[in-house]
């Protein structure tokens, strides 16, 4: 009978959901199968599921992302963390280098280093990264830029490891966000000046999220904002809360993102 | 500070304090690992349950895990406890207490006596020597009735919130949102928002909208916007339709620092939204949030397992009789909880512990992507939950939250678990929906997306 009456109103109800979808990409409207989602919708989350479970687990390939920066130079390194079921389990291991790969970094007056970062979705690395490597840095002829730091297993804060080791005065990470269900491919890039290894804290770092045309910020505003964000780290001394004024006093949900 | 021992498989174990005897005796999870807290091996785990078994339950007063002079937490606890209410069970050990609270004596009015006399860690010792069936059927006996316009933990009914979030709190969403929701008769404990910016403007915007929607359809709902509690007195001090005073809690006071909140900031809230009295059946006027995890993310755990420090924010919950409290149980991600089988234990606790420190207990049943686990784990917490006698699950469309990007249980979720287990709405929601044609003969909700509804006048109003 239930479904006697929705066939009934089929039509005039597709027209209302889809017209209400354009303020919302909620999964509003999806109808019913007794209780249940219809089988297409329920499929339809599966795979969104899958694309951000993929893109957690996918492998970082440092060598997609160098071909991607000719004529840059590039270091690869690892995090602590050895293995991809370590690196989800224990963030500290994921912001410490291991030991022989800082060794080999080299030391010199940078005024920044990039470190590209696998973080929770490799996906968004391989997709964006390079550019918004490329287009920052044109944007900052001055600079004297350290080789790009590959690393895999890493959480943002490794990049405060990174730089400390190799002396940069500013390291701006770019790394893969936390998928969502309806965006698997986010990047995120994390200034920090003169970062150290167990003193710098989140709130000495500024962020840019979202990175991910064309649902979100485009190259051309990322690397704009980055750049302008850097000029003024370097004349300021400090990012952080100083740099641009971010006291958000969110609730437990957004605040642990 | 005592020393706790046991002797297991010829091995000889010694525990330095309560609070390590606590984290040694808690199942497998990352967070303690991550801690550095949790037990070496699977036999010092069992090991330190035996000698967790023979601690009097009197013993979590002389020894707090967190020294009193260092945290109003523990101040609180210590403070209020009823040692009246204690009397029944004072001269129990933690595996007497077990056994006692899994007989027939310990039934829904001797639980809601011994409420106040429980403390945190308490019911956190017990819980972890309890089994998954152990935590739902003590639990399932446990009563916490709470009410607003709604009457939120009566037998037999299951509430939900109904989470319309948008990453830009675009209020036509949010309203296509609200009407999704309210057509699969989700609403009946709150229509609550998790606001994208906690800009006092753009709070107050959505808090008019949800008013407006409650007024014109005289929904026996309230609403509430998620954000920080001193937003709230701001917003109620200019007069606006705050119906229920949010916060985010947890169980220490360094952690509710991180959150920028003092029990203090929270009595403030309190006697505010007290004072506007805006519900109809009841004044229970303050929703929290908690979760395990959020204390050692803020490092702020003291050395306390995660579990027990969790417990402790329900002491600060009970202290503003809440109508709702939920915890948020897999949202932080897998360095806490790692997989489906870590977060189902979790939510057991979770709901086990605030109900029986009196609190009405509901549960964001949810995972976020880079943790093992999938909508089957969603529908067995569900059901376990659902059999446990939680009050209310939040639900979203789809199960996916686009602005928090995670996964929740759905408005079908919970259509599921009222069928499945017999359990109805609250009774003036459930009142409600017939009295708008939504429930069909036999008391289920009717499968109404036609846009002849009353309710879709929000729809089209929206459309045009």
Not at chain 2, 67 to 86: G, S
């Amino acid at each position: 009978m239930t479904n006697r009456h929705l066939a009934a109103a089929d039509t005039s109800d597709l027209a209302l959901w889809s017209a209400l979808r354009r303020h919302t990409q909620a999964r509003i409207g999806l109808g019913r199968a007794g209780s249940a989602l219809p089988t297409r919708h329920r499929l339809e989350l599966q795979a969104a599921h899958a694309a951000a479970r993929d893109a957690v687990h996918s492998p970082f390939d440092p060598g997609a992302v160098a071909a991607a920066l000719p004529g840059m130079p590039m270091i690869r390194v690892r995090s602590a963390a050895p293995d991809r079921l370590t690196y989800l389990q224990r963030p500290d291991l994921g912001r410490r280098l291991n030991a022989a790969d800082r060794a080999h970094l080299p030391r010199d007056a940078w005024d920044v280093v990039f470190v590209v970062a696998d973080g929770l979705s490799s996906r968004a690395v391989h997709d964006h990264a390079a550019v918004v490597v490329r287009e920052t840095a044109s944007r900052l002829p001055a600079w004297r830029f350290a080789p790009v730091v590959l690393a895999e297993q890493a959480r943002v804060a490794l990049g405060d490891d990174i730089a400390h080791a190799m002396g940069a005065r500013l390291s701006v990470v770019l790394i893969g966000e936390r998928p969502g269900m309806s965006a698997a491919d986010s990047l995120g890039a994390y200034l920090t000046h003169a970062p150290v290894p167990g003193v710098t804290t989140d709130a000495d770092r500024n962020c840019l999220s979202n990175i991910r045309p064309p649902l979100g910020l485009s190259y051309e505003t990322a690397a704009r904002k980055l750049a302008a964000l850097m000029g003024r780290a370097r004349e300021l001394g400090r990012t952080g809360v100083e740099l641009k004024d971010e006291t958000d006093h969110g609730d437990v949900r957004k605040r642990l993102l | 500070m005592s020393t706790y021992t046991s002797t297991l498989g010829g091995h000889h174990y010694r525990f330095d304090s309560l609070a390590r005897l606590l984290a040694a005796a808690s199942p497998e999870r990352s967070g303690d690992r991550l801690a550095g807290l949790a037990a070496e091996s699977a036999q010092a785990r069992v090991a330190a349950r035996w000698a967790l078994a023979e601690v009097p339950l009197a013993r979590f007063l002389a020894e707090p895990v967190i020294p009193y002079e260092d945290d109003d937490v523990t101040r609180l606890i210590v403070d209020t406890h009823d040692a009246l209410a204690f009397a029944p069970v004072a001269r129990m050990t933690v595996g007497e207490f077990r056994e006692w609270l899994l007989t027939d004596a310990a039934d829904a009015a001797s639980l809601a006596a011994l409420a106040p006399g429980l403390t945190p860690e308490m019911v956190a010792a017990v819980s972890k020597l309890m089994g998954n069936a152990d935590l739902v059927a003590v639990a399932r006996k446990a009563r916490v009735v709470t009410a607003f316009r709604s009457t939120v933990g009566l037998p037999g009914r299951l509430a939900t919130r109904l989470q319309p979030n948008h990453p830009t709190d675009d209020p036509a969403g949010v309203a296509a949102a609200v009407l999704d929701g309210l057509l699969l008769g989700s609403g009946d404990a709150v229509i609550g928002i998790n606001p994208a910016t906690d800009s006092p403007k753009a709070v107050r915007e959505l808090l008019e909208l949800l008013d407006g929607v409650i007024r014109r359809y005289a929904i026996p709902t309230q609403s509430c916007v998620l954000c920080h509690v001193t937003t709230s007195v701001d917003l109620m001090e200019r007069g606006a339709p705050v119906d229920l005073v949010f916060q985010s809690v947890a169980g220490t006071q360094a952690a509710n620092a991180s959150f920028g909140v003092t029990l203090g900031l929270l009595d403030e809230a309190y006697d505010a939204v007290r004072a506007l009295d805006r519900g109809t059946v009841g004044h229970n006027a303050m929703y929290f949030e908690t979760g395990q995890g959020s204390a050692l993310s803020a490092d702020a755990h003291h050395g306390v397992d995660q579990q027990t420090v969790e417990a402790r924010a329900y002491a600060v919950a009970r202290r503003y009789d809440p109508l709702l409290v939920n915890t948020v149980v897999g949202f932080i991600g897998p360095e806490y909880l790692y997989d489906g089988r870590q977060i189902l234990r979790a939510a057991l606790e979770d709901h086990f512990c605030g109900k029986l420190l009196g609190l009405p207990m509901g549960l964001d049943i949810c995972y976020t992507n880079h943790a093992d686990a999938d909508d089957d784990d969603i529908a067995t917490m569900l059901t376990m939950l659902g059999v446990a006698g939680a009050s209310f699950v939040i639900c979203t469309p789809g199960g996916d939250d686009i602005m928090l990007n995670y996964q929740s249980a759905s408005y079908h979720d919970a259509l599921y678990l009222r069928e499945v287990l017999g359990l109805r709405p609250a009774p003036e929601f459930e009142e409600w929906l017939g009295r708008i044609g939504l429930l069909d003969e036999g008391g289920a909700i009717r499968d109404v997306t036609g846009t002849g509804h009353p309710l879709t006048a929000i729809g089209r109003e929206l459309a045009a």
